[in-house]
């Protein structure tokens, strides 16, 4: 019997069926293209928007779908499904997520109707040259000035950083008040003076997506670019929505897992060595037995997640664990399913060697894995 996640229905079926057409027609054709640009076109932005899969799980009363976590989740799992890295969706649904839950009403229906429609893509700017994980070592500064803010300071690792429209800016507007001086600062970048994009950074996988330097020299903001209209809360507003961004990595890599499992299946039934396919020689069938069971127990766990953030009890420490775990596992199932297609699954014409560039980052970003852990072991 062919196991169902116990969150699926038939109206998300057809909406799966919907997506991967979707994805199949408008992405996949794209990714050489993209990985030679270094980004996305944003064509495939607005497409998307008429598609209604970039903020699926946001109400329509802000231009979104109208659907929940689950509708989200078949979007970044297609994508996944069909190897795609570039086109920087979770990015700008966790940045949606910030402003619905932490925004004040005028932002809300200022901004997310934008990014419902591809209107406006969005970024999040947390990492910088001396501060990745640590976000308490950022030093860029939004500091009152008149009837706004003045902002200074630099990013790195930015995803969507080349063609955002809008940016969520970790910086500290109390720069004398530690953790409770944060804030996050909404940035337009449209003829926004001061504001730069530096060099696309080059990447050992995941080429397609526009990862880029940010630099602020006196941008001016106005005063209600602050998130939530009061200053100090930032450390709160990245607590409180970290679970979801580090839950749609779990989903994106137990996907993942998934897919390598299965392209390795097809290949070794194909290929032969000493006049058998590899699948028939004991080796083989046990690294994949491995393999298959490695991927049904992380899809057991990821659905529970799901369901949990469906239904408003995932937590922290959950979210860390499936972030941490799954990342991990990802890394380790990609490299054994490589294993099996011997000199061939070391060229890049070849998905699965595509797959084990891209997957390396998944244990850096949305919060190292080491950081998971200390935050797991925090509630032991």
Same mark, same amino acid.
């Given at each position: 019997?062919?196991?169902?996640?116990?969150w699926?229905?038939?109206?998300?079926?057809?909406?799966?069926?919907?997506?991967?057409?979707f994805?199949?027609?408008?992405?996949?054709?794209h990714?050489?293209?993209?990985?030679?640009?270094?980004?996305?076109?944003?064509e495939?932005?607005?497409?998307?928007?008429?598609?209604?899969?970039?903020?699926?799980?946001?109400?329509?009363?802000?231009g979104?779908?109208?659907?929940?976590?689950?509708?989200?989740?078949?979007v970044?799992?297609?994508?996944?499904?069909?190897?795609d890295t570039?086109?920087?969706?979770?990015?700008h649904?966790?940045?949606?997520?910030y402003?619905?839950?932490?925004?004040t009403?005028?932002?809300?229906?200022?901004?997310l109707?934008?990014l419902?429609?591809?209107e406006m893509?969005?970024?999040? =700017?947390?990492?910088? +040259?001396g @501060? /990745?994980?640590?976000?308490?070592?950022?030093?860029?500064?939004?500091? %009152?000035?008149?009837? !706004?803010?003045?902002?200074?300071?630099?990013k790195?690792?930015?995803?969507?950083?080349y063609?955002?429209?809008?940016i969520l800016v970790v =910086?500290?507007?109390e +720069?004398? @008040? /530690?953790a409770?001086?944060?804030?996050?600062?909404?940035?337009?970048? %449209?003829?926004?003076? !001061?504001?730069?994009?530096?060099r696309?950074?080059?990447?050992?996988?995941?080429?397609?997506?526009?990862?880029c330097e940010l630099?602020?020299?006196?941008?001016?903001?106005?005063?209600?670019?602050?998130?939530?209209?009061?200053?100090?809360?930032?450390?709160?507003?990245?607590?409180?929505?970290?679970?979801?961004?580090?839950?749609?990595?779990?989903?994106?890599?137990?996907?993942s897992?998934?897919r390598?499992?299965?392209?390795?299946?097809?290949?070794?039934?194909?290929?032969?060595?000493?006049?058998?396919?590899?699948?028939?020689?004991?080796?083989?069938?046990?690294?994949l037995?491995?393999?298959?069971?490695?991927?049904?127990?992380?899809?057991?766990?990821?659905?529970?997640?799901?369901?949990?953030?469906?239904?408003?009890?995932?937590?922290?420490?959950q979210?860390?664990?499936?972030?941490?775990?799954?990342?991990?596992?990802?890394?380790?199932?990609?490299?054994?399913?490589?294993?099996?297609?011997?000199?061939?699954?070391?060229?890049?014409?070849?998905?699965?060697?595509?797959?084990?560039?891209?997957?390396?980052?998944?244990?850096i970003?949305?919060?190292?894995?080491e950081?998971?852990?200390?935050?797991?072991a925090?509630?032991?």
């Amino acid at each position: 019997m062919q196991y169902q996640s116990p969150w699926m229905n038939p109206e998300l079926e057809g909406f799966r069926d919907a997506v991967r057409r979707f994805v199949e027609s408008e992405i996949v054709p794209h990714q050489e293209e993209w990985r030679r640009q270094q980004h996305v076109d944003r064509e495939i932005w607005r497409k998307g928007g008429e598609m209604g899969i970039l903020l699926a799980d946001i109400a329509e009363e802000y231009g979104g779908s109208g659907g929940n976590f689950a509708h989200q989740c078949i979007v970044f799992e297609e994508l996944a499904y069909a190897g795609d890295t570039a086109f920087g969706l979770h990015v700008h649904a966790i940045v949606a997520h910030y402003l619905l839950n932490q925004g004040t009403e005028e932002q809300k229906r200022k901004y997310l109707p934008k990014l419902a429609s591809g209107e406006m893509i969005a970024a999040i =700017a947390m990492s910088e +040259p001396g @501060a /990745g994980s640590d976000l308490k070592g950022i030093r860029t500064t939004a500091v %009152r000035d008149g009837d !706004g803010y003045l902002m200074n300071g630099s990013k790195i690792f930015i995803s969507n950083g080349y063609m955002a429209d809008l940016i969520l800016v970790v =910086a500290k507007t109390e +720069p004398e @008040a /530690g953790a409770k001086g944060v804030s996050l600062m909404l940035l337009e970048t %449209r003829n926004a003076q !001061g504001f730069r994009v530096g060099r696309i950074l080059e990447k050992i996988g995941q080429k397609g997506q526009d990862t880029c330097e940010l630099f602020f020299d006196n941008v001016r903001l106005p005063r209600d670019s602050v998130l939530g209209g009061v200053e100090g809360r930032g450390f709160a507003q990245l607590m409180n929505e970290l679970p979801y961004e580090r839950t749609i990595i779990g989903v994106s890599g137990v996907a993942s897992i998934e897919r390598a499992v299965r392209m390795t299946i097809e290949y070794t039934r194909e290929r032969k060595a000493f006049g058998q396919p590899l699948i028939e020689m004991q080796n083989t069938r046990f690294a994949l037995a491995e393999a298959k069971t490695e991927a049904t127990v992380a899809r057991t766990f990821i659905d529970r997640c799901i369901l949990d953030m469906i239904e408003g009890r995932m937590d922290t420490v959950q979210a860390s664990m499936a972030k941490y775990w799954i990342s991990d596992l990802q890394c380790k199932v990609i490299d054994n399913c490589l294993q099996l297609f011997g000199g061939y699954g070391y060229m890049l014409e070849y998905p699965i060697a595509q797959m084990y560039a891209d997957a390396r980052v998944q244990r850096i970003y949305g919060g190292a894995n080491e950081i998971m852990k200390e935050i797991i072991a925090r509630s032991l």
